[in-house]
Structure formats: structure tokens, C-alpha cells
């Protein structure tokens, strides 16, 4: 059975920056493609970035230049830097597979909110 545990969530100001951990276990993580998740207050969850198994990377529009996604596979984790926040990234966020094939984690919370 995956297990997928997010952290690094909190509150920040606009402009502020976060980093995010998901670590992933149950699963030969270096052969898996790795997505980052989003979903906010009363919306659907929504897909924000991925990164391949070579660490090709790709992200919505709206998180361009301000997110990096990245992995290290010595310790089974995916992280998402995220800088320049701003108040529409305030959300839960997720970890998972490439197509989300395995079961949620609790996701962390971040808030942007001066």
C-alpha cells in the first residue's frame, strides 16, 4: 500500500515563499513520475505541476517561474519550492502519481493572507 505524506504547508504573506515535501513510501519512487495537486476552498482539485523520471519538468501556466518542482530519490520525497505567492494559491496540496494512482494523503495547507 502507497502512503503519501505532505508537509510544509503554512500561512505566509503575499510574496512569501514555502517549501513543500511529499514523501512517498510503499512504492519503487524513482520509477514513478510525480505530480503536485491543488485544491482550493470549494473548487475541484487541480493539477499545478509534474516531473518526469529524468526530472523533465511542467507546470500550469499560473505558477510558472514563481514554482520548481523537484525529487530526490534517496529519500523517496518530491518537493514544490513556491515563491511569490500570492492570495489564489491559498489551497490544499497534494502529492501523487502521474494520473493520481494512488490514494490521497492529508495534503498541506497553505495560506497566503496578509
Known amino acids: 500500500q502507497v502512503e503519501l505524506v505532505e508537509s510544509g504547508g503554512g500561512l505566509v504573506q503575499p510574496g512569501g515563499s514555502l517549501r513543500l515535501s511529499c514523501v512517498v513510501s510503499?512504492?519503487?519512487?524513482?520509477?514513478?513520475?510525480m505530480d503536485w495537486y491543488r485544491q482550493a476552498p470549494g473548487k475541484q482539485r487541480d493539477w499545478v505541476a509534474r516531473?518526469?523520471?529524468?526530472?523533465?519538468?511542467d507546470y500550469i501556466d499560473s505558477v510558472k517561474g514563481r514554482f520548481t518542482i523537484s525529487r530526490d530519490n534517496a529519500k523517496n520525497t518530491v518537493y514544490l519550492q513556491m515563491n511569490n505567492l500570492q492570495p489564489e494559491d491559498t489551497a490544499v496540496y497534494y502529492c501523487?502519481?502521474?494520473?493520481?494512482?494512488?490514494?490521497w494523503g492529508q495534503g498541506t495547507q497553505v495560506t497566503v493572507s496578509s
Open positions: 516531473i518526469s523520471i529524468k526530472e523533465l519538468t
Open positions: 501523487n502519481s502521474l494520473f493520481a494512482l494512488w490514494p
Open positions: 510503499g512504492s519503487d519512487f524513482s520509477s514513478e513520475p
